[in-house]
């Protein structure tokens, strides 16, 4: 997204909340409702007059300005001073290590990558350094697996373990940051690392009931060694147990799988970044897991699977982790391709709570979802506690706001999640199969689902609405119908 696009957005995004009702409700309305602006602290005041909901919004300014993007001294070490050849061809990678580490034992800085095409493999960041990109500048990554050994310390669907390094990791580090307007592009295509999802071999099957096997039997994460031999596929960018993060400007581009995963994180700033990544299996474009104070704003994401998904760890290493996703604001973010606009799961073990989404434009035929909550009794942990308003659906390919407690078809098991209190007002769709598929549990019912001022404009099938109590809808139309929530 070209940064005038990005401009429009946010000025856009204030006059957006007027639109979002069609003109059948334009005369019922709310007034205070029809008066709000469509920024996070618009409304806060207007607290229990528009109903259960509306006061949680005040805590946004205050989550806020918690958020901080780290400072970094003005000093920079170029990677062309260490031997990096922008060439496309030349390997780089241990200019790009010689670069960091340089930065790093002067105290911090920016490592500078200049307009070229530079290959390298795994690059490790530390404590006060910025990686940036200048306009031009692309770091195109190795497309051979030994590349991103030896293996470290990681996280794989949400189950911890030693595996491939990301391909732009930091572990433990404070202040560090991903910046500038060059690319970073992952190579990854049918026959590099995507093909390692499926059929036929090599592929991440018998790896993936390995793993999974060795967290419900307490195997020490120094011990779940994969890596050479194996084939769990690493993140493009992975940022593990830091604090004071910044992501801002890039383009990022057909990773692995996830292309961007914050883990154990606090103070989480990823602003008008691009993701690029529509094609490859499990390409989600921005996955914060177990984080605490996150950002997303003004960004684009075009992307093979869930467009933004916050996470928490899954089933018996969640439990053992036990850190949840808390206080994640998502702004003025464009989902185009991917399973699912704003998403919360699978992996919910940890539990997911405070999530506000807001002037967010979301439409493609292949959006499948624009807000998506999964989870399924193997999981437990509880999603609550979310509010998403001023949102603007072109068109989904499924339905248009889904909650489903059975992901992966299992309907029972020893862990059920606890999933309620979410707060949807002023969404605005236009085509899509239906408005909502809401899927409980009967023994374990979705809770308070509320749904306020919204418009489902060319909805072509009846909704799926199974084991949910307390649901509102309030002011909403589908098809031009008033809908009501079944008795």
């Known amino acids: 997204m070209d940064r005038t696009r990005r401009r429009f957005l946010a000025a856009a995004a204030g006059t957006a909340a007027g639109a979002v009702l069609a003109p059948q409700l334009a005369g019922r309305a709310d007034a205070a409702t029809a008066g709000t602006t469509g920024s996070a602290t618009t409304g806060a005041t207007a607290g229990a007059a528009l109903g259960p909901g509306a006061s949680a919004w005040a805590r946004v300014p205050r989550i806020r300005r918690r958020i901080r993007p780290p400072r970094f001294p003005r000093r920079t070490f170029p990677v062309t001073g260490h031997g990096a050849v922008g060439d496309g061809a030349t390997m780089c990678t241990d200019a790009f290590r010689q670069a960091v580490e340089a930065c790093a034992a002067a105290g911090g800085g920016r490592v500078l990558v200049p307009a070229g095409t530079y290959l390298t493999g795994a690059i490790?960041?530390?404590?006060?350094?910025?990686?940036?990109?200048?306009?031009?500048?692309?770091?195109?990554?190795?497309?051979?697996p030994a590349d991103y050994l030896p293996v470290v310390y990681t996280r794989y669907e949400g189950i911890e373990l030693m595996n491939y390094s990301p391909f732009v990791y930091a572990y433990e580090r404070t202040n560090v940051a991903i910046t500038g307007s060059g690319t970073l592009d992952g190579q990854a295509d049918a026959t590099h690392w995507w093909d390692w999802s499926g059929d036929p071999p090599p592929t991440e099957k018998p790896d993936k009931t390995l793993l999974a096997a060795m967290a419900e039997e307490g195997v020490p994460v120094a011990?779940?060694?994969?890596?050479?031999?194996?084939?769990?596929?690493?993140?493009?960018?992975?940022?593990?147990?830091?604090?004071?993060?910044?992501i801002e400007g890039v383009t990022v581009k057909d990773s692995p799988m996830w292309n961007i995963h914050p883990v154990l994180c606090t103070n989480v700033t990823i602003r008008e970044v691009t993701v690029d990544s529509p094609n490859g299996p499990n390409n989600d474009g921005c996955d914060p897991e177990s984080c605490v104070d996150v950002l997303i704003e003004r960004c684009e994401?075009?992307?093979?699977?869930?467009?933004?998904?916050?996470?928490?760890?899954?089933?018996?290493?969640?439990?053992?982790?036990?850190?949840?996703?808390?206080?994640?604001?998502?702004?003025?973010?464009?989902?185009?391709?991917?399973?699912?606009?704003?998403?919360?799961?699978?992996?919910?073990?940890?539990?997911?709570?405070?999530?506000?989404a807001w002037n967010c434009e979301m439409s493609?035929?292949?959006?499948?979802?624009?807000?998506?909550?999964?989870?399924?009794?193997?999981?437990?942990?509880?999603?609550?506690?979310?509010?998403?308003?001023?949102?603007?659906?072109?068109?989904?390919?499924?339905?248009?706001?889904?909650?489903?407690?059975?992901?992966?078809?299992?309907?029972?098991?020893?862990?059920?999640?606890?999933?309620?209190?979410?707060?949807?007002?002023?969404?605005?769709?236009?085509?899509?199969?239906?408005?909502?598929n809401l899927i409980g549990n009967p023994d374990n019912p979705i809770r308070g689902v509320r749904v306020t001022d919204s418009v489902f404009q060319e909805m072509t099938e009846e909704d799926v609405v199974?084991?949910?109590?307390?649901?509102?809808?309030?002011?909403?139309?589908?098809?031009?119908?008033?809908?009501?929530?079944p008795s």
């Open 124 to 144: 490790h960041l530390a404590d006060n350094v910025e990686l940036h990109l200048e306009e031009g500048a692309t770091i195109r990554f190795s497309r051979d």
């Open 223 to 246: 011990e779940r060694v994969f890596g050479d031999g194996h084939h769990l596929r690493p993140n493009l960018i992975q940022l593990y147990r830091c604090r004071n993060v910044l």
């Open 301 to 356: 994401f075009n992307t093979g699977d869930d467009c933004v998904a916050i996470k928490a760890g899954k089933n018996a290493d969640g439990r053992r982790v036990d850190a949840p996703s808390e206080n994640v604001l998502v702004d003025s973010c464009v989902m185009r391709d991917g399973n699912g606009g704003v998403t919360i799961g699978s992996e919910t073990t940890g539990g997911v709570r405070w999530v506000f």
């Open 466 to 485: 199974r084991d949910v109590k307390d649901l509102v809808l309030r002011n909403v139309w589908i098809n031009g119908e008033r809908a009501e929530a």
């Open 364 to 436: 493609s035929a292949r959006l499948e979802r624009a807000v998506r909550i999964k989870t399924n009794p193997d999981r437990g942990g509880y999603v609550k506690d979310i509010y998403f308003r001023d949102i603007e659906v072109g068109q989904a390919a499924d339905a248009v706001i889904e909650v489903a407690l059975n992901y992966e078809n299992k309907d029972t098991g020893p862990y059920f999640p606890d999933v309620g209190d979410i707060d949807i007002r002023r969404l605005r769709a236009g085509r899509a199969p239906r408005a909502f």
